[in-house]
Each structure stands twice: as structure tokens, then as C-alpha cells.
């Protein structure tokens, strides 16, 4: 719009005309509700029970799941246990240099235990050994190779991508003389696996301007004043909500950002899952892995 035109609309001033604006287009051209490029492949470390490797866009991550036998929860003596552990790695910004990504490790991490722990996500028991004496832990590690923005819910895909890629290794528990013994089946094909089909996923909404965004980039997150991070399953069920920055959310804007948020999870758990099992078919007939959500 010509400058002669823009003083002549109805248009009060020229910042509430590119805040309106912002409404429609993005920088990348991309849609409020829209997602950047996704790619994910799983199995890719050797050394671990499961794994993924989530890159969208610029921001790259591992995820690496251990399943060892450990104590279950005092207060939960009948079921495994997540432990999440994030490594923000030098390389991925100038930022995580010494200790300065150790702040952001941890709440990622937090995030996601929150987002875990609810007993609809996940059945644990199926990760319980033996009530009150043994159970598996499930150890997911999450290295953040290049931060390109949207860091949360890049982490949380490749959480459910490795945690479906998982392989447990079947107990079986006898009694000898009153004691209790394990033995762990070393068949590669006798396993056990996780129904993550309820696990959620982490939505981030931003506040920008008089809009909101998902899956925001770098640069956009530097123009939000605050974001609304949840938890949301495939049945849009919000396991977890969490307000960040310093700018606040009117009653309006918060139920309007729960319900994209909601609306959006639904749709990318549902992605994820037909990717995840297609690329489960690749692999299995030795194909390249893939993208999805373009």
C-alpha cells in the first residue's frame, strides 16, 4: 500500500497497520498456525533401548531413551519411572558456552517431566517389575545441537519419536527359596514396547503484537513479550500449561492462545504418529527416512 493511500485509510497510525498486518503474514511467509519444515528419523544411536533426531528448521536435536533397572517411586510403587536429562551443547549457540545453557536444560526438562505426568500419557505399569522392588527407568537424554527457535517443542517430538522407538527388554521374575530373581531376555525380538499414541507434545504459543504464533522462529521469539507453553495430547487434552515473559495476557487472549494451542496439538500428534509408523515401514525395507508437516 502507497503511503498516500496508508495516511487516507482507516488505519489510526502506521504501527497498528503492520500489527494488523502481522495478523495475515509471517516473515517466512508461513500462516499463524503453521509449522516450519520438519524432518525426524529414529533408531539412529546403537547404543541405546531407542532414539530420534528431530530437525526443524535451523534447530537440530538428538534424542537417546536408556531403559535400566532401578527402585520404583515411594509414592508410586507400581510403575517405572522418566527421568529427562537436556545437554544444551556449545556449538548450538554462543550463549550455551561454559555453563550458560544449563538455566535453559533445565527447564526444558521440567517442562516435559510436567507434561509426563499425568497418568493418561503414558502407562507406566507396564514398566513395573516387581511392585515396590523393581521397575525400569526409562532415561531420555536430549542433546540440542542447533537452537533455531521453538526449542520446547522440538524437544518434546523427538521425545515421543524415541520413546515409540523404544525397545524394553523382556523380565521374566521366578522365586527360589524365597528370593527373587531376574532374568532378562538378551533376544533382540523379544521385547516389550510404549503405546505413546496419548503422549503429548509441547505447543508454544507466542504473543506477538496482537497476534499469536506456533512453532515461532529465532527472530520471532525475540519480538514476543510472552508465550504459553502446554502439553497437549492427541485428543487435545492439556497435561501441562506453563506463562513465560514479562508481558501479561488479558482473559481473551489466554483462552483464544489455549484453544490454538489445543487445536494444533491435535493435528501435529496425529502427523507425528502417521510419520512415525511410515517411517517405522522405511526402515524396515531399508529406505530413506522422511520429512513431514511442509
Same mark, same amino acid.
Given at each position: ?8 485509510s482507516d488505519f489510526v497510525s502506521f504501527p ?15 500462516? &499463524? ?9 529414529? !533408531?539412529?544411536?546403537? !547404543? ?9 528448521? !535451523? ?8 531403559? +535400566? ?7 508410586? %510403587? ?6 529427562? /536429562? *537436556?545437554? #544444551?551443547?556449545? =556449538?548450538?549457540?554462543? +550463549? ?13 526438562? =521440567? ?6 505426568? &499425568? %497418568?493418561? #500419557? ?11 522392588? $523393581? ?11 542447533? &537452537?533455531?527457535? =521453538? ?7 523427538? *521425545?515421543?519419536?524415541?520413546l515409540h522407538n523404544t525397545r524394553i527388554p ?21 521385547? $516389550? ?57 488479558? %482473559? ?11 487445536? *494444533?496439538?491435535? !493435528? ?5 504418529? =502417521? ?16 520429512? /513431514?508437516?511442509?
Open positions: 500500500m502507497p503511503l498516500d493511500d496508508l495516511e487516507n497498528d497497520f503492520f500489527l494488523q498486518r502481522m495478523k495475515i503474514f509471517r516473515e517466512d511467509g508461513r500462516g &499463524c498456525e503453521d509449522y516450519r519444515h520438519l524432518e525426524i528419523e529414529t !533408531n539412529v544411536l546403537s !547404543n541405546t533401548s531407542g532414539s530420534s533426531r528431530v530437525r526443524l528448521s !535451523n534447530t537440530d536435536l538428538l534424542v537417546g531413551v536408556k531403559a +535400566e533397572l532401578g527402585d520404583p517411586a515411594a509414592e508410586k %510403587p507400581d510403575r517405572g519411572k522418566l527421568e529427562f /536429562f *537436556v545437554d #544444551c551443547s556449545a =556449538n548450538a549457540a554462543p +550463549e550455551f558456552e561454559g555453563r550458560g545453557g544449563e538455566e535453559l536444560a533445565t527447564e526444558i526438562s =521440567n517442562m516435559l517431566a510436567r507434561a509426563y505426568d &499425568c %497418568p493418561r #500419557c503414558l502407562d507406566l505399569h507396564k514398566l513395573s517389575i516387581i511392585p515396590g522392588q $523393581q521397575c525400569w527407568v526409562l532415561y531420555i537424554d536430549i542433546l540440542l545441537l542447533e &537452537c533455531g527457535g =521453538n526449542l520446547f517443542d522440538a524437544a518434546s517430538i523427538g *521425545v515421543k519419536a524415541a523382556t523380565v521374566t521374575v521366578s522365586q527360589d527359596e524365597g528370593l527373587m530373581e531376574l532374568e532378562i531376555s538378551d533376544d533382540p525380538f523379544d521385547v $516389550q514396547r510404549l503405546e505413546v499414541h496419548s503422549a503429548p507434545c509441547i505447543i508454544t504459543v507466542n504473543k506477538v503484537g496482537h497476534s499469536h504464533v506456533v512453532d515461532a522462529s529465532h527472530k520471532e521469539e525475540e519480538c514476543s513479550l510472552a508465550r504459553l507453553m502446554m502439553g497437549v495430547t492427541s485428543k487435545g487434552t492439556i497435561t501441562a500449561l506453563r506463562k513465560e515473559g514479562s508481558g501479561s495476557l488479558d %482473559p481473551s487472549s489466554l483462552e483464544d492462545m489455549m484453544e490454538t494451542g489445543k487445536r *494444533v496439538g491435535e !493435528n501435529l500428534n496425529k502427523s507425528l504418529m =502417521n510419520a512415525l509408523i511410515e517411517d517405522e515401514h522405511q526402515q524396515s525395507s531399508k529406505k530413506k527416512p522422511h520429512g /513431514f508437516l511442509r
